[in-house]
């Protein structure tokens, strides 16, 4: 039989162990929930790429990112489950001629957005893993400076018109 300052260590034993269990658990709650704020804070909307034919080794994403937070953020880096490399990109003018730049980041303000459309800043997708055909879907991952990452899904279409280009 045990006794009575047995019982009573492995209660208190016990005891501790729940308690610290307890504090584990809110802290894991509370990374979870600072990780959810973050994604609440910053939006991704419109996300779209342009259908190519099969032959295109190469395509674009475009999106509207929106960030809601009080600080900017900087975003560093793209991936997406359709092509063997992603780059953010700019379009800009050279000498009257269109151009395009990789770029290493991309600062968004604090309650701003930053519209990623043809013509300006987009996302090049290098080597496709399968064509872009209209009505599918891929995945798009953004990384930000602070190592966090947001994700969500493109969807594939027909390109709107162009203003002053003939539609074929």
Do not use: C
């Amino acid at each position: 039989m045990l006794g009575f300052k047995k019982v009573a260590k492995l209660a208190a034993l016990g005891i501790n162990l729940v308690l610290l269990s307890s504090a584990a658990n809110a802290h894991d709650h509370k990374t979870e929930h600072a990780s959810e704020q973050v994604q609440h804070q910053l939006e991704f909307s419109n996300a779209w790429a342009r259908a190519l034919p099969p032959v295109v080794p190469n395509g674009a994403a475009y999106f509207t990112f929106t960030n809601h937070s009080k600080s900017a953020v900087v975003v560093t880096g793209v991936e997406s489950d359709i092509a063997k490399h992603s780059m953010l990109h700019e379009s800009y003018f050279d000498d009257g001629k269109v151009a395009m730049r990789h770029i290493d980041e991309i600062k968004v303000e604090s309650h701003q957005s930053l519209i990623f459309k043809p013509g300006g800043y987009h996302v090049m997708l290098m080597g496709l893993k399968k064509p872009l055909a209209k009505g599918t879907e891929f995945s798009l991952t953004l990384t930000l400076k602070n190592g966090e990452t947001l994700t969500t899904k493109v969807m594939v279409k027909d390109a709107p018109a162009m203003k002053g280009h003939a539609h074929h």
